[in-house]
């Protein structure tokens, strides 16, 4: 379950780090929903306070389910009258944007803090607290701060607090998470590896007005120049090089300009936000904001209790049985950006074979399995590309149905015979799969050993190796295993996630898979702009990836937010969290 | 009446081995195979008989070397037991005891080929093909196997004619004890012990335990690892006596293949202490000085060592370590033997010193008794009582570890169940509130086994002390 | 006295230095580490990572690391949380007091139960009571932790709905005085009956064993052969000798009560230490699983000399040299 928390930051920071996003995520009318959507015609339309919903979530290809019966809701819910409670699977205390790397903490810095640029529910960017411009070739970037935006202590921002990010991100000392060289900014090398006392490329127009200059014309860019605003004179008056210490002494007591300010923090139990009355889209409607530490697996459980308003809770049948039995459950459910794969080692004399890797794919029966473990609520996926995107095209493709006798076919003609014991041999060998995993893991605990017995149909033996999250992660970017079970994260973009998996020698081309044709077609993709003639490139990537298996697409499931309907005004989407929003929200029981 | 329960013995015995000729192997569709055809056709295919003659070519290929250890093993007791009819000779009683429970031991081994079906208890079964070129070729086949009623038959009767010969030696036995006047100290704990009911109905069911983990894989119709989705889930039934899990394995199956990891753990786990901590005890406490000082730092480091936490980081380090998940349990076994020895080195220290100080080791050391003679003659028997009621506890105490670590996911790995990683399924939510019979039944298998084992270890304790006599 | 305390103290430094050897070499065993780790989610570039994993001395040699560590720690400087990003040691004293809560309710419980029971077992000894008793301690004893915590929760929390399911506090509530405590206690009461039931078995059998042990004593003998009346006799005479290797027990349950119970903590959402020191071996977070693990070894040492010197003080026959 672990896996769940790196799921979802892989998910944010591939929402973060989108590039060149000329494409429109699902406005484009292919927007469907991940599954045949059943639920639908039940109890999903009209009569609810439709004032409140206002927010277009089919548009964003979000299922949206109200509940039936608000009075059902538990007392100690109810008699919340001025909180909203979420609930978080974990917090680690550090409310600095630049220094946490916990997704959930995260939540609660999207609250407390504004960023200059945003990103919208369909992945594109969009100004944030700054209106922004960029000149016409692309290389200059100037932030200009709205009005009205103040620090919780009533100062107003400035340029020079947007300074001070950008210097505290490109320092030696620095050691969190973010990585600003990918922005390209203009002397952030001679400034964090040589002896410059300042950066070039960023300078302060006017007290509201920053400009930065890049070396290097990029469609990401804007992304990875996202910063939020944090007061200098709180974080550290004159910032000197080197002077991080200081910044990171105040982790824990965050000063910024967002919806919620910072009220107290238990460490491991609860964060608790009050609003902010200076708010300069408005005054949050709800008075008290409280995240709510809840263990792994008990989220359902604590919305159904009324410990807490709103949960992200594992999309799976039960789940949504017992959320939609309780009457007062609203569910919000919608494509996760990114698919389940089962990892291969190409290089591997036994996978270089695409008959092979094709035999594999047609023994997996992927589809019992992810029935199984996620219902209607995700799909198989043939292609690595999410459904919601303006670049799937799965015409065409073979969808590698359960055939066991095919896959031996294919094994037969790949050189792989049956020995005398039933065992597939070429020369000499037998084939067998080392398959790393972790586990528990709602996925791996079923399709490991339905795999494991299909294949022994076939003559391979499958010894499973059971690994956590870090030590499978560095052997699989080290390319030390044979065959493994990962996810993946996708960008709205086709090109920003993919093309470093799938081009030879990407840096995320875990997999040693190597065509020249993808190679090109990749670079072709990227070069052009328009949408429509992008299209059909992606789609002959996708039929060839469809073909060669680089890895074996399994599924691709949804997110599920489930919310007691007592408070209702979240907007959400695939690419961008309610958070950012939250000052919208409402109780309206 | 000792006469009455060897002849019964012996006719159960020879029932055992006329087992043979009874099916330990049906098929669907086909005759089954008896267990002098899986003999016989060791390491040869065998054309499966097909009763409706429509069906494609199966074959089996016998594997099962310790089908023929079990009946040799079956034979010689039978001689044995003949002998000792005719001619009421103890020793051949006890050898009989012994080969028959080697027979059970070969046949146990038999049973821990689980990879894939039933089957595979005795061998595999192929689907025969014509290749391309002319050649026979073999694939694994789906065909369904059960073990058939002389697999069963032989499980019990063997069982029962063990239980019936050790009846009848405890009875002669007894009436030994009760017709001389010595009584040794190890028959007096014996006494004091079998007083203790629930030491006694501690030791019944530990052996119940082991006989149901061991043996009863052969009563069940479903294998360790094969799954079927379709069926995951159930809760209990007439198929699927305690239901099925996640993947649609049989609970009970894996409750008693888990139990034998839980078994070997305790057991093995707990020699390793004894050989380790004994003998650095017993150095230490016998040569004492700078030796015993230099040990009893070392000792004191591991005590010190925080058991959980050390355990945990071994748990995460042996996942790197290329341990296939068959042998990461032998891992586990190393991990918490040798963080638990010092505790009986300890012990055993402690014990030996306040032996020396004894009045017959000063009476021995002034008849100038060789060194080796002293310790195996008056050291050691002394000692082994307090390393008997230590080891007893410790064994309860390694299961516990054990599962806990599974528990945590860093001790058996999954497919192969313990009875830890099996309560690992509550970590689903639903499973843990609408489907407990799929965790449950593994933690009171647990619990169960500890409480046995203490109540044995607690009625020893009481029986070696004297001071605890009524 | 003073120089025998001295003296332990000083004995105890090699231990904690061998001890400290042992957890570093294995903690150095665990593959992966903390910047491959966070790298996965930040897609950051590959200069940016080896950036990194200079300034966190991911690279350096076991025993480079093993020195700064040794060196920082006689200053009682345990280095930075990578997780907390915050002093181990703070990050220590942050968590360790919930655990405490739940560990001294655990203890108290223990105390209050264990030895009145352990006394009338003694007492009784072969009794049915006895027998009834004993059973009870061995289930404790045998019962694991999880399992027991499992179907306390499955029965009073999921099937009555009565206690919480998980955390110390009722979550955005903001209870003060009396209604604070009856909610935290609402949330603790479950975990603290866990571990005290597991371990209450044991202090029971031990307080028997040691009234038993002392009712055998000639002393006594003398005393009924007195006439005194039995409650006299045990109360009296035979209890407070009996209490002595009992006192002992308090220093011994020194880790127990500050060290966290990383199981119970973790099933019941306990932002407790133990939960900590788990969550930090996933993530790799070496400083605080050291520092954890430090923390544990010191405390049992210090228990054990705890230990010996509440028996000197108690019992003046013995003499601590």
């Known amino acids: 379950m672990k896996s769940r928390v790196w799921f979802t930051a892989i998910i944010l920071t591939a929402a973060m780090a989108l590039t060149a996003c000329s494409g429109k995520a699902s406005d484009d009318g292919k927007a469907q929903d991940v599954t045949k959507d059943s639920a639908a015609g039940t109890s999903s339309t009209a009569d609810v306070n439709s004032s409140l919903n206002s927010f277009d979530f089919k548009k964003f290809g979000v299922s949206y389910v109200p509940a039936a019966d608000i009075s059902k809701s538990p007392k100690i819910a109810m008699d919340r009258k001025d909180s909203l409670v979420v609930g978080i699977s974990d917090s680690t205390g550090i409310f600095n944007y630049l220094y946490g790397d916990n997704a959930y903490d995260w939540y609660a810095l999207y609250t407390m803090f504004d960023f200059n640029v945003d990103v919208d529910y369909d992945g594109k960017p969009l100004a944030g607290a700054t209106d922004y411009k960029v000149s016409e070739d692309g290389l200059v970037y100037t932030f200009t701060l709205k009005d009205g935006v103040k620090f919780w202590d009533g100062n107003s921002a400035t340029a020079k607090d947007l300074e001070f990010a950008y210097y505290l991100l490109a320092d030696p000392k620095y050691d969190g998470p973010q990585d600003i060289s990918k922005a390209f900014i203009k002397g952030v090398d001679a400034y964090k590896n040589g002896s410059a006392e300042s950066i070039e490329g960023i300078k302060v127009l006017n007290d509201k007005t920053l400009e930065i200059t890049t070396d290097k014309k990029s469609g990401a860019a804007i992304y990875n120049l996202q910063i939020p605003i944090m007061e200098e004179s709180y974080y550290c008056t004159d910032f000197k090089k080197g002077d991080t210490a200081r910044v990171k002494e105040k982790n824990g007591s965050p000063m910024g300009t967002g919806q919620y300010k910072f009220v107290e923090y238990k460490p491991g139990q609860e964060l608790k936000l009050a609003a902010n009355e200076n708010y300069y889209k408005g005054v949050p409607k709800i008075k008290n904001l409280v995240f709510s530490v809840t263990p792994q697996g008990q989220e359902l459980q604590r919305v159904l209790a009324g410990e807490t308003d709103i949960d992200m809770a594992d999309v799976s049948p039960d789940n949504m049985k017992a959320a939609q039995t309780a009457g007062f459950i609203d569910i919000y459910r919608f494509p996760t950006n990114g698919y389940g794969y089962v990892g291969l080692n190409d290089d591997n004399p036994k996978f270089r074979d695409v008959k092979v890797r094709q035999a594999l794919m047609y023994a997996l029966n992927r589809t019992d399995v992810v029935d199984k473990v996620y219902g209607e609520y995700a799909r198989v996926v043939n292609i690595p590309e999410s459904n919601v995107s303006w ?10 149905d359960f055939n066991l006798e095919k896959a031996g076919r294919l094994l037969d003609e790949a050189g792989w015979q049956l020995n005398s014991d039933g065992k597939r041999e070429k020369d000499g ?31 391979i033996d499958v010894t499973v190796e059971n690994l956590d999250w870090p030590t499978l992660y560095e052997k699989a970017t080290n390319k030390q295993l044979e065959a493994y079970f990962m996810a993946a994260g996708l960008t709205p973009d086709p090109d920003t996630s993919q093309a470093t998996v799938f081009k030879t020698n990407g840096p995320q081309n875990y997999y040693n898979y190597s065509n020249p044709e993808i190679d090109s077609l990749y670079d072709q993709g990227i070069s052009q702009v328009d949408i429509e003639s992008r299209k059909p490139i992606y789609k002959k990537i996708y039929k060839i990836l469809n073909n060669d298996l680089p890895i074996l697409y399994v599924y691709q499931r949804s997110d599920m937010w489930v919310s007691n309907a007592r408070v209702r005004g979240y907007e959400i989407s695939s690419f961008k969290e309610f958070f950012h929003n939250i000052y919208k929200c409402e109780i309206t029981k | 009446m000792t006469r009455f329960y060897k002849v019964l013995a012996l006719l159960l015995l020879m029932f055992s081995v006329s087992c043979y000729s009874m099916p330990f192997l049906r098929f669907k569709d086909y005759a089954a195979l008896t267990g002098i055809d899986l003999i016989t056709n060791l390491n040869r295919r065998i054309e499966l008989e097909n009763l409706a003659r429509t069906a494609q070519i199966h074959v089996f290929r016998s594997t099962s070397t310790y089908l023929l250890l079990t009946l040799i093993f079956l034979l010689i007791a039978l001689g044995l037991m003949i002998c000792s009819t005719l001619k009421d000779c103890k020793k051949s009683l006890d050898a009989a ?25 005795f061998g595999k079964i192929l689907l025969s093909t014509k290749t391309g070129n002319g050649e026979i070729a073999y694939k694994p086949s789906e065909i369904i196997a059960a073990t058939g009623i002389g697999a069963r038959l032989l499980v019990v009767l063997c069982l029962l004619s063990m239980a019936l010969i050790a009846g009848a030696r405890i009875i002669a036995a007894y009436e030994k004890y009760s017709d001389s006047n010595i009584k040794t ?14 030491a006694i109905i501690g030791a019944a069911i530990i052996i119940l335990l082991i006989i149901l983990c061991f043996f009863g894989p052969v009563f069940s119709n479903y294998s360790l690892l094969k799954t079927n989705i379709l069926t995951a889930k159930e809760g209990p039934g007439m198929e699927h006596l305690l239901g099925t899990d996640g993947s649609g394995r049989d609970i009970l199956t894996r409750l008693m293949y888990g139990g034998r990891i839980s078994l070997t753990v305790g057991f093995v786990v707990v020699v390793l202490e004894i050989l380790i901590g004994a003998a650095i005890g017993g ?31 071994l748990g995460a380090v042996m996942s790197d370590l290329d341990v296939s998940p068959q042998r990461r349990i032998y891992f586990v076994m190393l991990i918490i033997g040798v963080l638990g020895w010092p505790m009986m080195a300890r012990l055993v220290r402690g014990q030996i010193l306040s032996l020396r100080e004894q009045e017959y080791m000063l009476a021995a050391e002034a008849l100038g008794i060789k060194d080796r003679h002293k310790i195996m003659r008056h050291l050691i028997p002394n000692v082994i009582p307090t390393i008997i009621v230590a080891a007893t506890l410790a064994v309860g105490d390694a299961i516990l570890s054990e599962s806990a670590l599974s528990f945590l996911g860093l001790g058996v790995a999954m497919p192969f169940p313990s009875w830890g990683n099996m309560v690992q399924a509550v970590r689903d939510t639903n499973d843990f509130m609408l489907r407990s019979w799929i965790w449950i039944p593994p933690g009171i298998s647990i619990f169960i086994t500890v409480l046995a084992v203490n109540f044995v270890g607690d009625g020893l304790r009481d029986a070696f002390d004297p001071k605890m006599k009524r | 006295m003073w120089n025998y305390i001295v003296r332990r103290i000083l004995q105890m430094i090699p231990i904690i230095i061998g001890v400290s050897l042992i957890i570093f070499f294995i903690i150095t065993l665990i593959p992966g580490n903390f910047i491959d780790a966070r790298a996965q989610g930040s897609h950051m570039t590959f200069e940016q990572v080896n950036h990194l994993k200079e300034l966190y001395g991911v690279n350096e040699p076991i025993h480079i690391k093993y020195l700064k560590w040794i060196k920082g720690a006689v200053k009682f400087d345990f280095g930075d949380s990578f997780t907390h990003q915050a002093p181990v040691s703070k990050v220590i004293d942050t968590f360790v007091w919930n655990s405490f809560t739940i560990a001294a309710i655990a203890f108290l419980l223990e105390l209050l139960i264990a030895i009145p029971i352990g006394i009338i077992c003694a007492t009784r000894q072969y009794s049915k009571l006895d027998y009834f008793f004993t059973i009870i301690a061995l289930v404790g004893i045998s019962l694991p932790s999880f399992f027991l915590g499992l179907i306390l929760i499955k029965f009073f929390a999921v099937d009555l709905k009565i206690l919480p399911l998980a955390g110390l506090d009722t979550p955005g509530s903001n209870y003060t005085g009396f209604q604070f405590l009856f909610d935290r206690l609402k949330h603790v009461i479950l975990p603290a009956f866990v571990l005290a039931f597991i371990s209450i078995g044991s202090m029971m059998r031990y307080t028997r064993t040691a009234v038993l042990e002392i009712i055998r004593q000639d002393y006594i003998r003398t005393a009924r052969a007195k006439g005194l009346s039995e409650k006299v006799v045990i109360y009296k005479h035979a209890l407070r000798n009996a209490l002595i290797p009992i006192v002992t027990l308090i220093g011994l349950s020194l880790p127990a009560l500050f060290a966290g119970a990383i199981i119970t903590e973790s099933i019941f959402g306990i932002p407790g230490i133990g939960k900590i020191a788990l969550d930090a071996v996933s993530k790799r977070d070496y400083p605080l699983l050291m520092g954890f693990s430090m923390f544990v070894a010191v405390l049992t040492l210090a228990g054990n000399l705890l230990s010996d010197i509440l028996y000197a003080i108690v019992d003046p026959r013995v003499k601590l040299k």
């Open chain 2, 185 to 198: 100290p190890w028959s007096m704990a014996m006494r004091q012990f079998v007083r203790n009911r629930l």
């Open chain 1, 429 to 459: 060998k037998l084939f067998t799969i080392k398959f790393s995993c972790m586990s528990p893991h709602a996925v791996t605990d079923i399709l490991v050993p339905v795999m494991k017995d299909d294949y022994s149909k076939l003559g």
């Open chain 2, 97 to 121: 005891i012994l080969t028959i429970a080697a027979a059970l031991v070969s046949y146990g081994l038999q049973l821990t080929n689980t990879e894939t079906s039933v089957a595979d208890f």
């Open chain 1, 391 to 400: 670049a799937y095209d799965d015409q065409g493709v073979d969808t590698y």
């Open chain 2, 283 to 313: 150095v230490a406490g016998y040569y004492g000085g700078r030796l015993d000082n230099m040990l009893m730092r070392v000792v004191d480091i591991f005590l010190s060592l925080p058991f959980l936490p050390v355990v945990i980081i």
